[in-house]
C-alpha cells in the first residue's frame, strides 16, 4: 500500500510539474507584450517639407512631429499609408512617399530611428529641417541617405554652425555625437 502511495504522489507531482510549465508558457506572451510597452527604442516616422532653396523656417516646421511605433515594419507602414491618403480617386498622378534618410540615436544605425520622407526624391529638390522635433535634437548618433540624396548634419538650428556630409552613409558622426541641431537632403553629389 505505502508503494502504491508513493507512486501516486509521484505522479501528482509530475502533473503538476507539466501543468506550471504549461502555465509559464500561455503566460509568457502577455509578459513579452508588457515589456514591448515599456521599451525605451521607438521608431518614428516624419514627412519633410520640400524646399528648392534651402528656405525652409523653424516656422515651415513647428507644428510638425514624428509619429512613432514599436517596429520598423510599423513605421514602413505608415509611410505607405501616407501615399495611399495623397491619392485622390481623381488623382491621374499617384503620389508618393519616398524615404528620404533614416537618423539613429546609437552608432551603426543602432537604437530609436527617425525616418524622414518626402513626396518627391531629392532629384533637383531640397529637403531641409532647419529644427529637429524635441526628442531628437541632440540625440542623433549615425544616418543614412537613400539612393538620391546625401544629408548634411549641422550643429545649429536653422542650418548654422559646423557640418558634416553623409554621402549617403555615416555609421558613426565622431565628435558630432548628439550635436545635430537641423538637416538638409539634397541630390547626391550635392555637398552642404
Avoid at 522635433?133 to 545649429?156: E, H, P
Amino acid at each position: 500500500m505505502r508503494g502504491m502511495h508513493v507512486k501516486r504522489t509521484r505522479m501528482i507531482a509530475a502533473t503538476a510539474a507539466v501543468l506550471l510549465i504549461q502555465l509559464s508558457l500561455v503566460a509568457a506572451p502577455a509578459t513579452a507584450a508588457v515589456a514591448d510597452r515599456t521599451r525605451t527604442v521607438e521608431h518614428c516616422a516624419i514627412e519633410v517639407p520640400s524646399d528648392d532653396t534651402e528656405t525652409t523656417t523653424d516656422s515651415d516646421t513647428a507644428d510638425l512631429q514624428p509619429v512613432c511605433f514599436f517596429t520598423e515594419e510599423e513605421v514602413e507602414a505608415y509611410i505607405e499609408e501616407s501615399a495611399n491618403a495623397g491619392r485622390g480617386s481623381g488623382a491621374s498622378v499617384a503620389a508618393a512617399s519616398v524615404v528620404l534618410g533614416v537618423v539613429y540615436k546609437d552608432i551603426n544605425y543602432g537604437g530609436s530611428s527617425l525616418t524622414l520622407f518626402a513626396s518627391s526624391d531629392c532629384n533637383g529638390t531640397t529637403h531641409g529641417f532647419p529644427t529637429l522635433s524635441s526628442g531628437w535634437d541632440n540625440s542623433i548618433s549615425s544616418a543614412k541617405g537613400s539612393s538620391t540624396c546625401w544629408l548634411t548634419l549641422y550643429t545649429a538650428t536653422s542650418y548654422g554652425g559646423s557640418r558634416l556630409n553623409c554621402t549617403p552613409n555615416c555609421a558613426s558622426i565622431g565628435s558630432w555625437n548628439d550635436q545635430v541641431k537641423s538637416i538638409i537632403f539634397r541630390q547626391t553629389g550635392l555637398y552642404g
